[in-house]
């Protein structure tokens, strides 16, 4: 939330100066107002998609299981780490590292990098698996016993 506020702050701010430019004006204002409509997915600069979810780590991993299983990705491993799990994944011509960190025993998040290739990273289906995962977990679908 107070990202987002910083944003419009800034956005904001350029406006005043743009007064006689209504074009970029508008696209700045609506770009400003759009900021944070992804369903509380967050990008970084290098690709990676976030998000926090109301959950816990095992019942994220189940739902990540079940979200990869769904999409037809291959998981090439699910190894415990210090701070929750990695598991790593394989389609096509794409490589999918996704890292579950436990916040408290009901918050995990998840960071997911979808890799096409040395340079490019897919953020669109980064996005796709964290919005997937998070609609098992808001529905309550049934994991089965393959998840675990």
Same mark, same amino acid.
């Given at each position: 939330?107070?990202?987002?506020?910083?944003?419009?702050?800034?956005?904001?701010?350029?406006?005043?100066?743009l007064q006689g430019c209504a074009a970029v004006?508008?696209?700045?204002?609506?770009?400003?107002?759009?900021?944070?409509?992804?369903?509380?997915?967050?990008?970084?600069?290098?690709? $990676?998609? #976030?998000?926090?979810?109301? =959950?816990?780590? !095992?019942?994220? &991993?189940?739902? /990540?299981?079940?979200?990869?299983? %769904?999409? $037809?990705? #291959?998981?090439?491993?699910? =190894?415990?780490? !210090?701070?929750? &799990?990695?598991? /790593?994944?394989?389609?096509?011509? %794409?490589?999918?590292?996704?890292?579950?960190?436990?916040?408290?025993?009901?918050?995990? &998040?998840?960071? /997911?990098?979808?890799?096409?290739?040395?340079?490019?990273?897919?953020?669109?289906?980064?996005?796709?698996?964290?919005?997937?995962?998070g609609q098992i977990v808001e529905n309550g679908?049934?994991?089965?016993?393959?998840?675990?």
């Amino acid at each position: 939330m107070r990202r987002q506020v910083v944003r419009v702050m800034i956005a904001g701010a350029l406006l005043v100066n743009l007064q006689g430019c209504a074009a970029v004006a508008l696209t700045l204002l609506s770009a400003g107002a759009s900021v944070g409509g992804s369903a509380g997915i967050d990008y970084t600069m290098n690709g $990676a998609a #976030t998000r926090t979810f109301t =959950a816990g780590h !095992d019942q994220l &991993r189940g739902a /990540v299981l079940t979200t990869l299983r %769904r999409m $037809a990705i #291959t998981v090439k491993a699910d =190894a415990s780490t !210090d701070e929750g &799990r990695k598991i /790593v994944a394989q389609a096509i011509d %794409r490589s999918v590292e996704i890292e579950l960190e436990r916040l408290t025993t009901k918050a995990t &998040r998840m960071r /997911v990098v979808v890799k096409q290739g040395i340079f490019f990273r897919d953020r669109a289906t980064a996005g796709e698996i964290i919005a997937k995962t998070g609609q098992i977990v808001e529905n309550g679908t049934k994991i089965t016993s393959n998840a675990n």
